[in-house]
């Protein structure tokens, strides 16, 4: 088995380790001093995007031997976005009404549908 030396790691994923890094120091240095989390949010976003480390970061899971490439598929599905998306709506309008409680389960019922979408499209894709 082939293991590829670090340097020519560091040669073909430069730029998105050091968009990855970037982010990272905003999230930490936001946090640190203290700035509002939609602020933090939207700086590592934006690094983010520019930089091109979302991308990269799929292709570094990708790179995961058997389940990257499952990973990935899962997570690119469009089903998977709008079941996210309405559940980001579905708390906007209860958050509005009042119903806090009520936004606090929409959001984690949305993140457990959707995790177990993911996990049984990999072990479907495995067996």
Known sequence: MYIPHIAVIWATYRKTLIG???VAIVVILGIAAGLDARLVTALAALVGIITSAFAGLAGLVAL???????????????????????GYFASIVLAKQGHTGSVVKSRVLTVVLLTGIVIGYIIGKLI
Request: aromatic residues 8%; proline residues 12%.
């Open 64 to 86: 995961i031997p058997w389940i990257g490439p499952l990973i990935v598929k899962a997570l690119s599905i469009p089903l998977i976005w709008l079941l996210n998306g309405a």
């Open 20 to 22: 990855l890094g970037i």
